[in-house]
């Protein structure tokens, strides 16, 4: 685990040092170089495997080849053994060679045969030519920029920025939609010109050319047949063997357990193959409504684990400038609980295993079966619910809590009124900003500066795809490539690595994602009992209070803190705004936004959140400010 760069340059290269450096929280125990007439490679090592021998860059046998990898590959011994027999010969014990080796046996088409997370950079002297891929679903994040003779590539956005080779300008098209969708997609960062490598794709340069490969992407089309005990039993044999896959470590490894079935389930199956008690860390808040401790306990304790747990009061005005500083963008409120369980779990262990991906592969939101629920609304006459319906949920009370009745009334009523995928889209916008709503906040002049106007095709794209079939089917593999590499993976990377930790997900294992895509849709999503088949192996290493309890979710009262601690300081930065002073935003929706929640009348706080992180993540980028300075900013507002 590390973070890698590079720089193809005649004259530059010597930039890869402060590129490189940049990224010392990503790999604080080593960090090294390889130079020639083309290329620098840089990188700063955590060491997991083979502690002492594992430094990279890494070299092929004759020096042709030279590889700097952030990730794990866990079939490595396998493949390892296999390339020993065709005559391979390896200089380390660390299990990313294996890259190398079968780069000399395969070429670009190795990647089908690795089984990991990873995001690697393969620079290969005797056809001059520079191999960057990503894994399967996107676990470990690449970036990089192009112009003329010079190319740049790096784990994170800011070792580009700190080249020098570039002044950091904004991307207003990825600013249109991120508002809308929670994510940033497709290639776009929110840097003009700085682009991501997309999930299971591959990037060569060759003599300043560029062509991209995406060589996998999961197929729903195909289903098992058997009984739903059989197909029970399959999942629960591949789920144990990926649990132990993702142990390979010569490093002690622990679990992240938020109380919830995906990461107790993953924890419970780690402790079944150590031989002595895995360290599971779980935090809690003092809001009984957002408390899952008592159910994390409880999975502790019935599969012996060592428990390591806290009560955390988080102090927004000092984690959240941090946040945005290690995710090179806005932060989501989820980001608060990884980086304050993954604070805790650094000070006891390297590598940890977590549940993230059981939802968007097994049907887990609540979403999911609300899309079905929807169906029973569009019943009733489109006038009944545009006059009426709307009318009577304008005036059911806003409790500004999770999932608020007011906020469901409004958005099943709402989605009634689109079908297919356009409400799926829609969906995802609702809390947010939809077009409509955006049209109101950009000022017509930025709307003019805009390239890619289209928010929706980012989702129908996905959604109308011919490998899929089911509408459940549609909604899954929707997620899985939009807000699965484009928010929920990079947000649990940036927030473990930020405590240069090493966060692993089992259940994102490719292997897994193409299993649950060839279970039937009425396994996953059965009537409206979510993540149905999960469950049904969950229930064999869990209590049965922690399977049948409806989903919890682990979040804060933010809405409440806006209209109350936070108050003041977002009332003055709001006033503020930079988004306002370089005429991007309507100061008047600004406010009206900001007051209608500061007032009790509607919940905006999924907006305003948004509104208020971009606001602390310009003055991070483009004003020249630190994490601590900005963190003195806001508690001067707050005062």
């Known amino acids: 685990m590390c973070g890698i760069a590079g720089i193809i340059s005649v004259s530059r290269r010597d930039a890869i040092k402060p590129m490189t450096a940049a990224m010392s929280h990503r790999g604080p125990d080593d960090e090294g170089y390889f130079f020639d007439q083309t290329i620098a490679l840089g990188q700063r090592r955590l060491s997991i495997i083979d502690l002492s021998g594992g430094r990279q860059p890494i070299a092929n046998e004759d020096g042709t080849l030279q590889l700097v990898c952030n990730g794990e590959i866990y079939n490595s011994p396998s493949l390892r053994t296999e390339l020993e027999a065709a005559g391979h010969r390896f200089r380390t014990a660390t299990d ?37 891929a990503r894994d399967h679903m996107g676990q470990k994040p690449l970036f990089f920029f192009s112009l003329g003779d010079t190319f740049l590539f790096a784990s994170e956005v800011k070792a580009i920025l700190a080249s020098g080779l570039l002044r950091p300008e904004m991307d207003l098209d990825a600013l249109w939609h991120y508002i809308s969708l929670r994510f940033i997609p497709d290639r776009y960062t929110l840097f003009r010109g700085v682009q991501k490598l997309p999930a299971a794709t591959s990037l060569q340069w060759r003599n300043g050319n560029i062509t991209l490969d995406r060589y996998w992407s999961p197929d729903f089309r195909s289903k098992l047949i058997g009984s739903e005990e059989q197909i029970v039993d399959q999942l629960d044999g591949l789920l144990r063997e990926t649990v132990s896959l993702h142990l390979l470590s010569d490093v002690r490894v622990g679990a992240f357990l938020s109380g919830g079935i995906d990461s107790s389930l993953v924890a419970s199956l780690a402790a079944a193959f150590s031989s002595r008690p895995i360290p599971s860390f779980s935090i809690g808040v003092q809001d009984e409504r957002f408390n899952e401790l008592p159910f994390a306990r409880k999975v502790a304790a019935a599969s012996g684990l060592e428990a390591h747990e806290r009560i955390v009061k988080p102090d927004l005005v000092a984690i959240l400038p941090k946040m945005i500083w290690h995710l090179d963008e806005p932060s989501d409120p989820f980001g608060f609980g990884v980086y304050l369980v993954s604070e805790m779990a650094a000070k006891e262990v390297k590598v940890v295993l977590g549940g993230d991906g059981g939802d968007e592969s097994f049907a887990g939101y609540d979403r999911f079966a609300g899309q079905q629920l929807v169906e029973y609304c569009r019943a009733l006459p489109e006038w009944f619910r545009r006059r009426v319906v709307a009318r009577l949920i304008r005036l059911i009370p806003e409790s500004f809590g999770y999932k608020s009745v007011a906020q469901k009334a409004a958005w099943m009523n709402e989605m009634s009124f689109f079908s297919g995928g356009e409400r799926y889209a829609q969906s995802m916008s609702f809390l947010r900003f939809t077009a409509e709503a955006k049209a109101r906040l950009f000022r017509p002049e930025a709307q003019q500066r805009l390239e890619d106007k289209d928010s929706m095709v980012k989702i129908l794209c996905h959604f109308n795809s011919e490998n899929v079939e089911e509408l459940i089917d549609r909604m899954l593999y929707t997620d899985l490539m939009t807000r699965m590499p484009d928010h929920l993976l990079p947000i649990v990377d940036r927030m473990s690595m930020a405590h240069s930790l090493e966060d692993r997900s089992p259940l994102v294992d490719y292997k897994v994602v193409e299993f649950a895509a060839s279970i039937p849709g009425a396994m996953k999503l059965k009537g409206r ?7 049904r192996v969950a229930a064999r290493y869990l209590p049965e209070e922690l399977i049948t309890r409806p989903k919890q979710g682990f979040s804060f009262p933010i809405g409440t803190w806006m209209r109350t601690d936070l108050r003041g300081f977002m009332d003055k930065l709001f006033r503020q705004s930079r988004f306002v002073e370089r005429a991007i935003f309507n100061g008047a929706e600004v406010q009206r936004l900001w007051h209608e929640h500061a007032n009790g009348h509607v919940d905006h706080n999924y907006r305003l959140w948004i509104l208020l992180n971009l606001e602390l993540w310009h003055r991070l980028y483009f004003e020249g400010e630190t994490p601590e300075s900005v963190t003195d900013l806001i508690r001067r507002l707050a005062a």
């Open 96 to 132: 990313v060679e294996v890259i190398l080796h079968l780069y000399e046996e395969r070429g670009r088409s190795c990647l089908s045969r690795l089984r990991g997370m990873f995001a690697f950079a393969l620079w290969d002297a005797n056809n001059r030519t520079l191999l960057l």
């Open 529 to 535: 009992a979510l993540k149905h088949i999960l469950k």
